[in-house]
């Protein structure tokens, strides 16, 4: 029985991971001095999303390119995050984010306006599958701070279901929309 379950797993896992958006950011030769002189290899950073909310980022180094390629896409896919959507299509507010001297700035924009990011943002929307939004990057352009920045902003994207459900109330009494404004001025006057 156990076995079964393990041939249905692995199935499914198969099916997801034919259905991931995998990007190359960049690939950079890189050497390691040693007793003889230098040893070459090649370092890669790889983006990998499902386009309905789930992105992650790795790196990996090797010798040949493929390999290299390879290890970084296995750190991304276990590295996703899965990032809220407002109607699948653009985040639900604007957000900022850090990483050294890598700072990125992320709005959420109109149906129609498309992805307006350059480089590793660019490849990090496409994958995560986020059609409008406007962002900025400012500081370090070095694509790995770049990365990492954009991935501290997206984690602190939040729904507005998750913040009722964390304040026990309505999604209409988050926004204000109700009688909750009403309310909120006599409350403060008594």
């Not at 690939?27 to 890669?44: D, P, S």
């Not at 790889?46 to 750190?75: L, M, S």
């Given at each position: 029985?156990?076995?079964?379950?393990?041939?249905n797993r692995g199935g499914r896992d198969n099916r997801e991971e034919?259905?991931?958006?995998?990007?190359?950011?960049?690939?950079?030769?890189?050497?390691?001095?040693?007793?003889?002189?230098?040893?070459?290899?090649?370092?890669?950073?790889?983006?990998?999303?499902?386009?309905?909310?789930?992105?992650?980022?790795?790196?990996?180094?090797?010798?040949?390119?493929?390999?290299?390629?390879?290890?970084?896409?296995?750190?991304?896919?276990?590295?996703?995050?899965?990032?809220?959507?407002?109607?699948?299509?653009?985040?639900?507010?604007?957000?900022?984010?850090?990483?050294?001297?890598?700072?990125?700035?992320?709005?959420?924009?109109?149906?129609?306006?498309?992805?307006?990011?350059?480089?590793?943002?660019?490849?990090?929307?496409?994958?995560?599958?986020?059609?409008?939004?406007?962002?900025k990057s400012t500081g370090s352009s070095n694509p790995h701070n770049?990365?990492?920045?954009?991935?501290?902003?997206?984690?602190?994207?939040?729904?507005?279901?998750?913040?009722?459900?964390?304040?026990?109330?309505k999604v209409s009494e988050v926004f204000g929309r109700t009688g909750?404004?009403?309310?909120?001025?006599?409350?403060?006057?008594?």
């Amino acid at each position: 029985m156990a076995r079964g379950d393990r041939d249905n797993r692995g199935g499914r896992d198969n099916r997801e991971e034919a259905e991931l958006i995998e990007k190359l950011v960049g690939i950079n030769r890189v050497a390691k001095v040693v007793k003889g002189g230098r040893r070459f290899g090649f370092a890669a950073l790889v983006i990998v999303g499902d386009g309905r909310g789930r992105v992650g980022h790795g790196a990996g180094k090797a010798r040949e390119v493929p390999e290299a390629i390879r290890k970084a896409t296995e750190q991304a896919k276990r590295s996703m995050i899965r990032v809220p959507l407002r109607e699948g299509r653009t985040l639900h507010h604007d957000t900022k984010g850090d990483y050294g001297a890598g700072h990125v700035v992320m709005r959420a924009a109109p149906a129609g306006t498309g992805i307006i990011a350059g480089g590793p943002m660019r490849a990090i929307f496409e994958s995560l599958g986020v059609q409008d939004v406007v962002a900025k990057s400012t500081g370090s352009s070095n694509p790995h701070n770049m990365i990492k920045a954009t991935f501290d902003a997206l984690q602190q994207v939040r729904s507005p279901r998750s913040i009722a459900a964390k304040r026990g109330k309505k999604v209409s009494e988050v926004f204000g929309r109700t009688g909750g404004d009403a309310e909120a001025p006599a409350a403060a006057q008594g």
